[in-house]
Each structure stands twice: as C-alpha cells, then as structure tokens.
C-alpha cells in the first residue's frame, strides 16, 4: 500500500508540477440586469453584438438604426457562466482568473464572492481564486454597469468641467463615444479571452530583451526574465538550444541569459531590406518536466529619433539601422466598433494593404486601442514601423490618484506585451491634447479661472511628462523613443512647420486650396487629410436602396462630420464639374481626395530632407462611412489608395510648378543611386508629340532633387487639351503625368476604352485618347492598379484576384 501510495502522490506532484492554462470562453449567457431570460453569449464579445447575434436589436451599422440602439448603454448587463473543476485541478495551491479584457466597468463574482471591480478597458486584471475554487462546478457572474453614472460620480469632484468631459474619466476607447468619422456605441462586454492559470512549481513571467551589442560580426542579446516560483531549487533556462543552471528562491525572481548571434541580419522596414526575425523558444524546467515555455520573434535593429537644430528649426526624422528613413505611411484606427469580431486575417489585411501602398509606417492613433499581438506581428513580418499613442485623444484628462495608478498599470500591461516587437518604433503620450489646450480656445470656452488653468495642466504634466515616461523607463532595460504629444505644436502657428510632427489642417478644416499643401510642409507631417465616399457597393450595404441619395436619413447618419457633404461640396467645385447622378458623385468625390492628398504626399517627399515623414489620415474605416480613410469598413480601396502606392513608390517622378517654371523632380528613397534618362514630352489629347527633350540623370541615393527646369510659359495655349508626360528610365520604368489644369477646364473626348484576358487573371487596357481616371469594377473583383490615367496607345496591364466575369469601365469624361 506504502509503494502506491507513493506512486500516487509522484503521479500528483507531476500533474501539479507544471503549468496549466483553462479557457473560459465558452458557457456564457446574458441578460440584462432585473430580467431573469438568459441569452448566449459569444466571449471575446460585446453586449451590441450579443444583442444583435439573439436579434435583440437592428444591425447598428445599418441605415439609421445607431440611433435606435442608443438605449443599450443605460442598462446594467449581467454575463455569466458555469465550468467544472476536477480533482487535479483543485490540487493546485496557485490559480489566477485572467480576464485579458473587460469593457469597462465590471464587478466581478466567483462563487458568490466578489473579487474584482473593474475600471479600465486596456488592463490585463489576473486576480488569486484558489481559495474560492471549489472542484465540481463553479459559477461567474459579471455585471458591466452603466458608463454615464460614473463619469457623472466623477466629474461633480472637479469644481471645473473639463473639455470632453463626457469620456475623459473612463479609460475606454475613446472613439466609442463618438467621433467625426465614428458612430456613437458605447459597448461593454468581455471583449478579449477570459481563463484561468493553473500555476505549477514556477512559471515565466515578463519577458523582455536588450540589444547589448549590435554590428556586423555579432549580435549580443541580453533577456530578462521574471520568473515566480513556488519551490526554492534548482531550474534549467533554456533559449533554443542554449540553456542556464539557474537558482531560484520561493517568490519573484529575475534572470538574465545572453543570447549571441553570429554576423546576424538586421531588421529593415519595407522598401530598404528583408523584415529579418529571429525565432526563439523559451522554456523552463525541473527534472527534466517542462514548467512553462514561450515563443518569440525578435529583430535586430537599431531605430532613433533625431532632433538637431539647423538653420531654419529642427529636424525630425528616424533613423533605422542608421540609415535616415523618410517615413511614408497612414493613420490606422480600429477597424470595427465592435472590436472581437476583428480577426487575425482581417489585422494580416491591413497591413498587407499598407505593404501594398507602399508605406512603411502606420500611425496607432490615440482615440482607440492599443491592437491586438496580431497586428503587431503582421508588421513585424511585412516590415511596417508603427508609431503607437498612448489611449489619449483631443480632451484634457485628470490627474488624481485613482485615475494616474490606473494608468500606470494600463502602461505596464501593454508596453509590456509589445516591447518586443521590431516594428515598433515610438511610444506617444496622446493625440492633440497639447494642441487643443494652446489653440482650440477651451480656456475661453470654459471661462476658468487662472487657478482652474495652472490645475488642469500641471494634471497634463503630471500624466504626460512625467507619469508616463518614468513608467516606460522602469519596464525595461530598453531606451524607448517617447513623444508627450503629437502634434508638437499646432497647425495655425508657423512654428509647427519648423520643428517636431507636424497635424496640418488648412485644408479641410481651414477650406483652403489643395496647393496650400506646396508651401505648408513640415520636418514630418504625422497628419493631413480629405474625406472621400466609399464605393457604390458599401453604400449598398448599409443603405435601403431607396435611400441612396446624399439627402436620405442612412447616408446622412454615415457621413459624421458636421458640414463634411457641404465641404466635399465646396472642394469639388472648384476642380470638377459636380455630377448629378449618385454614383457618378460617389466616383469624382474619390477622385477629389485622392487629388488632394497626391499633392501633399509628393509636396512632402520632394521637400526632403527637410520634411521626413508623410502620414495621412487615415488608411481605414471602424464602420462603414464617408470619412477621410483610403480603405474601407469592408476593405474597398477608394481612389486614394491606389494613388498612395503611386505616390509612395520608392522611386518617385513628381512635378512642381512656381511662377512659370515646372520642376521635375526624382525621389529616390532607395539607398543606391540609379543612372538613367529623364524624358519630358507634351502630349496632346489625342497622342500627339508637341515637344520633347531627354536628360540622363543619376537619382542620388536616399535623395530628392529636381533634374530639370521649364519654362511653363510656353504651353499656355495647351493647358487644357494636353499633358507633361514624365519617364525616368532606369534599371526600371518610373513615370509619371502632369496636368496643366484643373479637371474641370479639361477639354477632354470621348475615349474608346478596350481591354482583353491576356490570362485568367491579367487584364491589358488601352485606349484611342486620353482617358481620364479609369475605374474598373465587376463582380467581387479587385485590381491592383485603379482610378488610373491612360495614354493614347498606351498597353496597361491590370492584375485581377477575386471573381470578374464582367468588367465596366468608368471615365471622367461619362460624368460630365
């Protein structure tokens, strides 16, 4: 009996030895708070779409039905679930209830018992429920309250109201309250995993890594691990195949293992080199039993910031591996209100668009939610740098205890889940906080007094300037770029062009003119934008098709700017003739925002070195809308995103008219320089050669500079009925077209557009004369080029994936 009993309990400590992870996921009901009729509920979930999935409500994206849903955050909403616990699980001493996400306000029970009041939709919570388990089962009952009752509880402490006091005390994501491009859905739910973590004899915990010693010979990389352990003994850290005798005492303990690669390949961002990862497994063990294991992908690189005065201001530009980086990119912002219907391919798409575009960095923009690892990893593999704000946006927050030490764990659990990733490059404290105290006239508007003003921004100073960047210094070994607030300074004030990131909104928000963008560049213009309508096919999806009109009540609802239709309106008068029809209107609203972003886009990379840095807003959508994206809600690329990709190209060919001169310009953003001729022609209409001239040229690496000099006088007489081609010829084509005037002064023709299958999925395009702005569209078919300009004789070859049994084409001139 000794001998079995002994079995036994070897065959227990084994069992409990290691490391257990148990989802709880599954088994939740719902039901909102004094009703007893349960519902199923999805986790990862949200009451919208747990309501919508038990058609409960109207789909909230659909026509005007946001504003039938708008009662769903007044109630109380209770989640709950039963799950079994056997005998071994109940053996181990160490259990931790992980929710990895709860939105937002939560009290949360375990067997009767309340363990957690949740305040903060960005927090990992890992609460100790070993005591409270019991084996057989268990019940889980969650109740998210209502948003409005505590912001209320905690505004009525200020003696001031502070600038969009609505949302500033919840840590939620900010965009849900509403924004110009965003309906207002106040969700709440278990919005990432729940589970619970069986903790053995010890298990791993923080991992984070420094760069000791990078060059071309050696790589040294110093990790650094917590590891809590529940038995003082001797431990095995391994790291791939290398592996450290390590001592560990009962409690936390910290061990740092050096890891050395030979000639090691660096990290590059898309367009300068290969996105090299490393892989590596970690693990730790006992006698041979495998307690806990991780993986990681790491790349090795250097990133910097530089900020060094010169004669007019100062710089402003990263410097990968030590190479200056013009960065070229967009703003990203959540891509679904209800974000745990995101999905892992739909993060890998997002990025894969911007490798598409051309760009090499995305923006995380501070009104949302720091993404989920997925994102992340899809950069790290296709080489997007990703400048990430802190979840801050437009408003003044506070700064008492409460709200800073929530804060502070906020910052600790995500700088801590992404501060291995190679794509990412710089943390920021907010998005036009600073600029919204100096500029926007809340001071006024308030009517504080000195007192209140001297309170509200030591509170800004206190979050931004020193609770952050300490906190970020005391995570890890790593020295991260940090950035208090972007924009620097704002946009009316001529400084803003001369130093630090510059948000330029003359135009929109200021109605000025698209060339406003030729003088106003900054050292890097973080944002910039112009709305444009999504296809015809998405209003389809969300609109009655009766009500595809710009007065019915569904388009209205999806346009969220408040004189946004009447801007476009304003902006597409001056360049186009406004069509009638709803889908012509749709098509040149396109056009007008891609026109006006291509002039800030190359404005931008001409004036480099100056200017370094060119991201526009924004490249997606969190719902279907008219907005200022390049993609939207159902990843439809708008005319803008397939002229980002030209405009963004590595090799640029672009053109500046001042006075009467025309400038032709080459970026090269490549680190070779290139040989080849520059040819410059006037083409009529119809395909005639009215002048030429030819250049050879060598486009200096990493460089911008105009080639060629023209006096533009002597075309006047062909600025409508003719174009500047421009072709550099190097060891590949880069071309590019110049108009003279604006659409609306073209005196186009009627082109006779052709087009074959040179195989299943190629398409070749040509035309009698010039045809302006093609559009294809057919079935679900998508094209790699599109909204394109075609040359008379001209062979263009359009690459097709998706279903295309029927192509139609679109042209300018079928809208006048």
């Known amino acids: 009996m000794r001998i079995v009993s002994v079995i036994l309990l070897l065959l227990s400590w084994a069992m409990t030895a290691q ?132 912001q209320k509880a905690e505004a009525a402490k200020l003696p001031y109201t502070l600038p969009e006091s609505a949302r500033v005390f919840t840590r939620k994501a900010q965009y849900h309250f509403g924004w110009d491009w965003g309906p207002k859905l106040l969700t709440c739910g278990i919005w990432k995993p729940a589970s619970l973590h069986f903790h053995g004899l010890a298990n791993l915990g923080n991992i984070g890594y420094e760069q000791a010693l990078l060059t071309d010979a050696k790589a040294e990389i110093v990790f650094k691990t917590t590891i809590a352990c529940e038995k ?17 005492k009962k409690g936390t303990n910290t061990v740092e293992f050096q890891y050395d690669i030979h000639k090691p390949k660096r990290w ?45 201001g100062k710089s402003f530009y990263f410097k990968l591996n030590g190479v200056p980086v013009f960065m070229k990119g967009a703003n990203y912002i959540p891509p679904d209100n209800f974000l745990p219907r995101v999905t892992r391919k739909d993060y890998e798409r997002i990025v894969n ?114 609770l952050i960047p300490k906190t970020l210094d005391s995570i890890s070994q790593k020295r991260f770029i940090y950035w208090p607030s972007s924009p620097s300074i704002g946009w009316g004030r001529k400084e803003s062009l001369l130093q630090g990131d510059s948000h330029y909104w003359g135009v929109w928000w200021g109605n000025e003119p698209f060339d406003v963008y030729e003088e106003k560049v900054g050292r890097f213009m973080s944002e910039y934008g112009f709305q444009g309508m999504p296809p015809l096919e998405t209003f389809k999806d969300f609109t009655p098709a009766d009500q595809l009109n710009l007065s019915s009540a569904s388009v209205k609802n999806h346009q969220k700017h408040p004189t946004g239709y009447q801007t476009i309106d304003n902006y597409m008068a001056r360049d186009y003739k406004i069509p009638t029809a709803f889908q012509d209107y749709i098509y040149v609203s396109q056009l007008l925002q891609a026109d006006g972003m291509k002039t800030a886009m190359e404005a931008h990379r001409r004036k480099k070195p100056y200017c370094m840095g060119s991201l526009y807003w924004q490249l997606n959508d969190c719902w279907p809308v008219t907005s200022w994206s390049s993609i939207d809600a159902f990843g439809r690329r708008k005319a803008l995103h397939y002229q980002a990709r030209r405009s963004f190209a590595d090799v640029l060919v672009s053109a500046e008219k001042r006075g009467d001169t025309l400038s032709v310009f080459i970026v090269n953003d490549n680190l070779q320089p290139e040989k080849g ?110 909204y394109f300009d075609l040359l008379p004789g001209e062979k263009k070859t359009v690459t097709v994936s998706g279903r295309a049994t029927e192509i139609n084409i679109k042209t300018l001139y079928d809208t006048l």
């Open 268 to 312: 590059w961002c898309n367009g300068l080199g290969e996105p090299f990862l490393y892989p590596f497994a970690i693990s730790l063990s006992e006698n041979d039993i495998e307690l806990d294991a991780r993986k990681l992908h790491i790349g090795l690189r250097t990133i910097e910031l530089v900020q060094e005065k010169d004669n007019k």
């Open 677 to 786: 001729l520059l040819t410059v022609t006037l083409l009529s209409f119809d395909g005639k050669e009215i002048w030429t001239t030819s250049k050879p040229v060598v486009a200096g690496a990493n460089e911008s500079r105009s080639h060629l000099e023209i006096d533009f006088h002597r075309w006047k007489q062909h600025t409508d009925n003719a174009v500047v081609t421009m072709e550099f010829q190097g060891t590949t084509k880069h071309s590019a077209l110049y108009f003279m005037a604006k659409p609306k002064d073209l005196k186009l023709r009627k082109p006779n557009v052709t087009w074959e299958w040179l195989d299943e999925k190629t398409l070749q395009i040509t035309t009698d004369v010039l045809a302006k702005n093609v559009f294809l569209s057919g079935d679900d078919a998508t094209f790699d080029d599109n």
């Open 353 to 466: 668009e911007a490798v598409l575009a051309n760009m090499n960095m995305l923006r995380v923009w501070g009104g949302g939610v720091y993404p989920d690892d997925a994102f992340y990893e899809a950069c790290d593999r296709r080489g997007i740098l990703v400048w990430q704000d802190f979840m801050f946006a437009c408003a003044m927050y506070p700064g008492d205890d409460q709200f800073l030490a929530s804060v502070r764990h906020e910052i600790a659990d995500n700088v801590n889940r992404l501060q291995n990733h190679a794509s990412l490059a710089l943390w920021c404290g907010n998005n036009e906080n600073d600029e919204g105290w100096h500029n926007w006239g809340w001071q006024k508007q308030f009517k504080y007094s000195k007192a209140d003003s001297t309170k509200i921004w030591n509170d800004y100073e206190k979050l931004f300037h020193r």
């Open 19 to 150: 490391n257990r992870y148990r989802n709880l996921n599954d088994g939740w009901t719902f039901h909102r708070d004094g009703e007893n009729k349960n519902y199923v509920a999805s986790v990862p979930g949200t009451i919208h779409t747990d309501l919508l999935a038990n058609q409960l409500i109207p789909d909230p994206f659909f026509g005007d039905n946001e504003q039938k849903v708008q009662w769903v955050d007044k109630e109380s909403w209770v989640y709950e679930t039963t799950f079994g616990l056997s005998a071994d699980e109940k053996k181990y001493g160490k259990v931790d209830l992980v929710f990895d996400g709860l939105d937002t306000y939560a009290e949360v029970t375990l067997n009767g018992k309340r363990i957690l009041n949740a305040d903060n939709m960005f927090r990992t919570w890992k609460i100790p429920v070993a005591h409270l388990l019991q084996q057989g089962n268990n019940t889980l009952r969650i109740i998210f309250k209502p948003i409005a009752d505590f």
């Open 232 to 248: 003082t003994g001797d431990y095995i850290l391994k790291i791939n195949s290398e592996q450290k005798n390590v001592r560990l």
